[in-house]
């Protein structure tokens, strides 16, 4: 199975700063990666698909970018909200499977 | 609105089996198919299965082929996920999701289900 590795693995930053989240996978998935949001004790949130695609609904300072094995997310200007976890998912081989996610926290 | 609403905490013990809930509205049950996937303490989201709800056709994650069954009611708009012989590190968040293109893009709040003796 393609396995996914997400680095840093916490990322401390302040409001309006930049953040760059990044996803690695052990073999190529072409452009079959998605992003997701979580916060605690929330559902996940779908945030961009198909590596660059942003999800209905999701602001525009979240932008992702890349292809085959490495994939990066960036939010360009960090809102309170956006404090969270992040992680990726490929859907380009069975099983599905996910990163194990980076927690993105207030500095 | 698009919701999917799970059944609530499970407590089991070792071997027995767990079966959970999963409930959409907002939308047409059959336009869409549905994942379920987990999450154990400190690790990360793991796939288990995906269920076609159109025809009921399912596909099942090999490490848990054999212990899990993934159901509909399409009249009750609801999808059931049923693992058996429960073991603690089974205990999770189990989670349904509705599948868009093999992402997922509206998920439940999740099911805690805790296995101990």
């Known amino acids: 199975e393609i396995v996914l590795t997400q680095s840093p693995a916490t990322l401390s930053l302040s409001p309006g700063e930049r953040a760059t989240l990044s996803c690695r996978a052990s073999?190529?998935?072409?452009?079959?990666l998605a992003w997701y949001q979580q916060k605690p004790g929330q559902a996940p949130r779908l945030l961009i698909y198909?590596?660059?695609n942003r999800a209905t609904g999701i602001p525009a300072r979240f932008s992702g970018s890349g292809s085959g094995t490495d994939f990066t997310l960036t939010i360009s200007s960090l809102e309170p909200e956006d404090f969270a976890v992040y992680f990726c998912?490929?859907?380009?081989?069975?099983?599905?499977?996910f990163g194990q996610g980076t927690r993105l926290e207030t500095k | 609105q698009v919701q999917l609403v799970q059944s609530g905490a499970e407590v089991k013990k070792p071997g027995a089996s767990v079966k959970v809930s999963c409930k959409a509205s907002g939308y047409i049950f059959t336009n869409y198919a549905l994942h379920w996937a987990r999450q154990a303490p400190g690790q990360r989201l793991e796939w288990m299965g995906w269920l076609y709800t159109g025809n009921g056709n399912t596909k099942y994650s090999q490490k848990f082929q054999g212990r899990v069954t993934i159901t509909r009611d399409t009249s009750a708009s609801t999808a059931y996920m049923e693992l058996s012989s429960l073991r603690s590190e089974d205990t999770a968040v189990y989670y349904c999701?509705?599948?868009?293109?093999?992402?997922?893009?509206?998920w439940g709040k999740g099911t805690t289900v805790t296995v101990s003796s």
């Open positions: 198909d590596a660059s």
């Open positions: 998912q490929q859907r380009s081989n069975w099983p599905l499977t």
């Open positions: 999701a509705r599948d868009r293109d093999h992402y997922m893009d509206v």
């Open positions: 073999q190529s998935v072409s452009s079959y």
